[in-house]
């Protein structure tokens, strides 16, 4: 007993006093720790991410049919993506087509040529086979992009939901990176009130797109919004902008802006405001002007939270569908309805096979431009950095 | 408690940082690893905590095999460098916590940390958070944490190198002072030979994962193995000349050395503490140099002598001066140098 | 300098540090005119709730009092009249983010420890075996109708006998960065892509419109997040600490909640509130995954376009001016962790 009590006061549990239950069951949970921690979330993300996304692979593939209380899986092969993309839902994923105008040959040789030249130097300087080949897959995405934008916008087409949905990531994120970024220079000045600047503009960020939404539909109101006096003072009192496919389209990314620059605020605000002061200081001696200060010193030190923020808002850019939704139902036609909507208006029309294939088509030009994103801009940056 | 390292070997994949280790710590013996950054010294130091796992061999502690046993089960207690003290819990806290996963009821711990708490003098800080100490006294919970668990054995890695110099030696003083009262095996990690001579029973120097010599501080100065030990080892480090042995005469440039010893060798080292040498007249002495600097440090004046085979450092008077680029001569006693051999760096007997 | 032009005064530094005048009037008026743009769509919502039908619809007022006369009829209508499904609402709303806010940085903040602490290398081949044996599975109840359950036995009974069988053919495995990559990337899943699947998974167990159903799928959809912030937060904590813990007898787990988690409170505030708000106002899954009992805020928003009579502009006022209470209010006391801990995931991810 006493040889028990001195083991204990050391704190030593040796294999002889580790014999009551709950010690037992203390260095059990101990020893497999390893996997303790890890499997909750592996088996969450199996259960919710990867068991989803397997089945809506093979639902993507399949048509099913509703019948009674349950439904019936037919393989049918590529179908529901080939309708989407030459099939009867042409229009509506990738836009009307029309034959290409010079100016689209133009824009779309373009793209062809630089995408080619682009590949021609990276083959020829530092060729690896992988890399090669994620480029050609970018490099195919993007000349396809170009053609798709060719044969509609620049033909005097409509596009399809594809191309709204690049338009809401690639102009609004850009948009939303511009004037967060001014937002947040103008903040890391030393100013007054910089704290309340700060605290007002990270609000949009904790209101619910839904919220949003409506909001902005009472904002863009021409008749009993707030600034119908104004529209009809330059005399647009009539013009609704949910019939103008850009106007709404403008709109839309007005509001998804106004929601989500908080975000690219707060975090390259933060950035800034790690820029070591001596840089500056030292620059300021040197008598540099605040233009070369910001893009000599200060740009530099914040490109990786910058690219990094951006990676992210460009992933849930990918996945709008709250906005839209409330703001304009996709309208007018489907000028506003991004790939997310699309998937979920062809499934309240209960077409599980079409919704799927177009939630994986737009899975697939997610994970390309992310990839891309990360690897030829995120990456390339860190290797130039050191 | 004994600590036994049998033949243990560590790799981080290709780069093998310990090489075949060998090591028998003795009960209540204080052993200093001593080593430059790079050494294995930590590394070997975190295998005996089992922060490390082995790659080969095995560590056994007061005779039981704990090659593969967890950390806390080994009874092994550790103060870091950054002395890895729990930021968000009070000193009391900090020194109590091994108790208080012990299970030890409340009073108990309570008196043991005042006990120990006394030992260190941090009776008035048990309430405050270690920001709010000195070094110092940061440097004396995290002692006391180690010692409140009367551990088999003491494992220290650099615990005095983040203190002021002042600090140190003080700090240095308290630790001895303290392992010899409490009995306990203490393994220590340092780069520093002050600390190595001043604190160890026995000082294993090691060099790129090798064991260079395990000796007591005394004959590890006075009897280096290798030509590495004997320049690891003293401030400044031992005087060294390349040059060639020839029937135990040594030719240093145009010098010519009788050392006592028959020897040959083409390739050899001479080596000579400072403390040994004397500075003598121009043409006196066995060695020419030519004066390079003097430093008056305090007691004695240092003096950097020019020879034909690099720098010399000569420990000479205080009152000693001369001007710049006098030709001077060096002196010694032939008993008090050491020979190596120039390739493989093994000491000439 | 007495002949600096106007532009020159306004637009000139007078000296370092200094902001000049001109300057000075472009920034507070952008940053005003900002401030203006956030704030008036709030505002307009704001007044809108204490509007009535006739003000709204007879064309814009600005000023309560001045304008129109404020009225509480909508206030009057969630609160009282419709009272309970309000409440519903709200109470749904708090558990469902309370608790997979919860859940999710828990088991997030476990994994991001993991994968920052300790080694895993899962072998390649046996994740292939496992998903291949899934996709078996799948298509097994899928398309030809096998029951799930066996289904699921089979598939794990093939996959542990090829792993035995052909665990020693495949030696390539992946790493903690492999696995943080895999969780965080789940990210990119527009919550479209996996609804439908999960809504058919709650349907078959009979958890569909349930608060379980919801906040399961809440804590997975923002794992990445909590994984992805939290994962540089504890590479951030100095490793020592948790050796020192681990030497003092600590298991991982009370290592992981006395020590890991109390210096990680910024992380772990800013990370939790993100989570929230994104929880509180997520909208399309509590769509698809409620139809009365477990309706959210979100979907009583939405509720208020109500068909025949067009959209209830002043109730759903209501309705977004009581969800942004809470919020705004959590947000302004944690702000400053939370430019924190986003910085550190952002800088380091």
């Known amino acids: 007993m006493s040889d028990n009590a001195t083991s204990a006061r050391a704190g030593i549990s040796s294999p002889e006093a580790s014999l009551t239950l709950r010690v037992r069951f203390s260095e059990w949970i101990d020893r497999h720790s390893r996997q303790l921690f890890i499997t909750p979330a592996v088996v969450m993300i199996l259960i919710f991410s990867i068991f989803p996304l397997v089945a809506s692979l093979i639902i993507a593939f399949s048509r099913i049919r509703l019948r009674g209380g349950g439904y019936s899986v037919r393989f049918v092969g590529f179908d529901n993506f080939s309708k989407q993309i030459f099939g009867s839902e042409q229009f509506h994923f990738l836009g009307t087509f029309a034959p290409i105008s010079a100016l689209g040959w133009v824009f779309g040789l373009g793209v062809l040529g630089l995408v080619l030249f682009w590949l021609f130097k990276y083959a020829t300087a530092k060729f690896t086979v992988l890399g090669f080949l994620g480029r050609v897959i970018t490099a195919s995405m993007a000349v396809g992009l170009a053609f798709m934008f060719a044969a509609t916008l620049l033909s005097g087409k409509p596009f399809g939901t594809l191309g709204t949905t690049l338009f809401y990531v690639f102009v609004g994120c850009g948009i939303q990176f511009l004037i967060g970024l001014g937002l947040a220079f103008l903040c890391s000045q030393p100013i007054r009130g910089r704290n309340f600047f700060r605290v007002v503009f990270f609000i949009p960020m904790m209101i619910t797109p839904i919220g949003v939404g409506y909001a902005f539909r009472m904002m863009a109101d021409t008749t009993k919004g707030p600034f119908s006096p104004l529209w009809k003072w330059v005399g647009w009192g009539d013009f609704t902008w949910a019939t103008d496919p850009w106007a709404a389209r403008i709109f839309i990314v007005v509001a998804d802006s106004w929601q989500w620059i908080p975000f690219i605020f707060i975090v390259l605000l933060a950035a800034l405001e790690n820029v070591p002061r001596d840089f500056v200081e030292a620059a300021q001696v040197d008598g540099a002007s605040s233009r070369e200060i910001f893009f000599d010193i200060t740009w530099p030190q914040i490109v990786p939270v910058a690219a990094t923020v951006m990676l992210i808002r460009v992933i849930e850019a990918f996945k709008i569908v709250d906005l839209p939704n409330i703001m304009t139902s996709g309208g007018p036609g489907i000028a506003t309805e991004s790939m997310s909507l699309h998937s979920l208006f062809a499934w309240r029309s209960l077409d599980l096979g079409q919704s799927s294939a177009v939630a994986y088509l737009l899975l697939f030009v997610t994970v390309v431009t992310c990839v891309s994103f990360f690897n030829l801009i995120v990456v390339g940056r860190m290797r130039a950095n050191g | ?349 | 300098m007495a002949e600096r032009t106007l532009m020159e005064r306004l637009f000139e530094p007078a000296q370092i540090g200094h902001m000049p005048v001109g300057t000075k009037i472009v920034v507070y008026s952008l940053l005003l005119f900002w401030t203006a743009f956030v704030l008036f769509p709030i505002y307009w919502v704001f007044i809108t709730s204490f509007k009535s039908a006739v003000d709204v619809n007879s064309g814009p007022v600005y000023l309560p009092f001045i304008d129109f006369k404020p009225s509480l009829h909508a206030w009057k209508e969630l609160f009282v009249f419709d009272w309970e499904d309000t409440l519903k609402a709200y109470t749904n709303s708090i558990i469902i983010s309370l608790f997979a806010t919860a859940l999710s940085v828990l088991i997030g903040s476990m994994a991001a420890y993991a994968l920052a602490r300790i080694e895993y290398a899962p072998k390649f081949g046996s994740i292939l075996i496992f998903v291949l044996s899934m996709i078996a599975a799948f298509v097994g109840v899928g398309v030809y109708g096998v029951d799930w359950r066996l289904a699921c036995a089979v598939a794990v009974a093939v996959f542990f006998f090829l792993i035995k069988a052909l665990g020693r053919f495949y030696a390539a495995r992946l790493g903690n960065g492999d696995i943080l990559f895999w969780m965080i990337s789940q990210r990119i899943l527009a919550p479209v892509v996996v609804v439908v699947p999960i809504y058919m998974m709650f349907q078959s167990v009979g958890l569909l419109d349930t608060h379980l159903a919801i906040i399961l799928t809440y804590a997975v959809v923002n794992l990445p997040i909590v994984i992805w912030l939290m994962y540089d937060f504890f590479k951030s904590i100095p490793i020592e600490l948790e050796e020192s813990a681990q030497l003092d007898g600590a298991t991982r787990l009370l290592t992981f909640f006395d020590i890991v988690l109390p210096l990680s409170k910024a992380g772990l505030a800013a990370t939790t509130l993100l989570v929230m708000i994104l929880a509180w106002n997520e909208y399309l899954l509590a769509l698809f995954l409620s139809t009365s009992k477990a309706q959210t805020m979100p979907i009583l928003v939405a509720a208020m376009n109500a068909g025949e009579r067009g959209i209830l502009w002043w109730n759903m006022s209501v309705v977004i001016v009581v969800m942004i209470i809470p919020v705004v209010v959590m947000a302004i006391i944690l702000q400053r962790f939370i430019a924190k801990g986003m910085l550190l995931g952002a800088v380091k991810g």
């Open chain 2, 1 to 349: 408690m004994t600590v036994v390292l049998n033949q243990i070997t560590k790799s981080f994949g290709a780069a093998k940082v310990l090489h075949e280790l060998d090591l028998e710590v003795h009960e209540g013996e204080f052993l200093v690893l001593l080593g430059a950054s790079g050494s294995g010294k930590s590394t070997a130091l975190r295998m005996i905590a089992g922060l490390e796992s082995v790659t080969g061999g095995s560590i056994s502690i007061d005779g039981r095999d704990v090659t593969n046993e967890l950390p806390k089960n080994r009874n092994v207690a550790m103060v870091f460098q950054s002395y890895a003290l729990y930021p968000h819990k009070t000193v009391g806290e900090n020194i109590g916590y091994p108790l208080k996963i012990a299970r030890l009821g409340k009073s108990e711990i309570e008196d043991q940390v005042r006990d120990v708490a006394d030992q260190v003098q941090l009776t008035d800080y048990l309430d405050r958070y270690p920001r709010q100490l000195s070094g110092g006294q940061r440097q004396r919970v995290a002692l006391a944490r180690a010692m409140v668990r009367r551990p088999a054995v003491f494992l220290m890695d650099e615990p005095l190198s983040n203190l002021d110099a002042k600090l140190r030696g003080h700090m240095r003083a308290e630790l001895k002072h303290m392992q010899q009262q409490l009995g306990i095996t203490t393994i220590y990690v340092t780069h520093d030979q002050v600390e190595a001579m001043t604190l160890a029973h026995r000082v294993a120097l090691l060099e790129m994962g090798k064991l260079q010599q395990l000796a007591s501080p005394k004959s590890i100065y006075d009897d280096p193995e290798t030509l590495f030990v004997a320049q690891f080892i003293g401030s400044p480090p031992m005087n060294v000349a390349k040059g060639s042995l020839d029937g135990g005469v040594f030719a240093l440039g145009d010098d010519r050395i009788g050392t006592g010893k028959s020897l040959s060798s083409p390739d050899a080292v001479l080596g000579l503490r400072a403390e040994d040498c004397r500075v003598v007249e121009a043409g006196a002495g066995k060695i020419r140099a030519k004066l390079y600097a003097n430093e008056l440090i305090g007691d004695h004046t240092l003096v950097t002598a020019e020879t034909a085979s690099g720098m010399f450092s000569i420990k000479a008077e205080k009152e000693f001066d001369a001007p710049m680029n006098a030709a001077i001569g060096i002196d010694f006693d032939p008993e008090k140098l050491y020979l190596f051999d120039g390739s493989s760096g093994a000491r000439m007997r």
